[in-house]
């Protein structure tokens, strides 16, 4: 069993930056591959980024990609999201999990384990 718990949302301005954290407790990081996802109101949960276990590849949707990168800390049992250039259109409950899977994943139904999830909002 893995536990997430995401931090970092907040209320900002459009063309502001955050960095969304999601800390992992319980069962060892390193073998889960992880994704960030998110969802605004009314819509379903969408995929945002994965990274693969050894951090060897990543991959964005076409809506963030060259705005947002994905890491992961393995020492601190985290993965990160780095969002730049945010728009409004991103505000939306975001979302980590953890895979147990060797490729990369872009379909809720693939992760295994979920955070609670962080509201990021952003204003016009």
């Known amino acids: 069993q893995v536990q997430l718990k995401e931090s970092g949302g907040g209320l900002v301005q459009a063309g502001d930056s955050l960095r969304l954290s999601c800390a992992a407790s319980g069962r060892t990081f390193s073998p889960y591959a992880m994704g960030w996802f998110r969802q605004a109101p009314g819509k379903e949960r969408e995929f945002v980024a994965h990274i693969t276990s050894s951090a060897g590849r990543r991959l964005y949707a076409d809506s963030v990609k060259g705005r947002f990168t994905i890491s992961r800390d393995t020492a601190k049992n985290t993965v990160y999201l780095q969002m730049n250039s945010l728009k409004p259109e991103d505000t939306a409950v975001y979302y980590c999990?953890?895979?147990?899977?060797?490729?990369?994943?872009?379909?809720?139904?693939?992760?295994?384990?979920w955070g609670q999830g962080t509201q990021v909002t952003v204003s016009s």
């Open positions: 999990a953890a895979a147990t899977t060797l490729v990369i994943v872009t379909t809720v139904s693939k992760y295994d384990y």
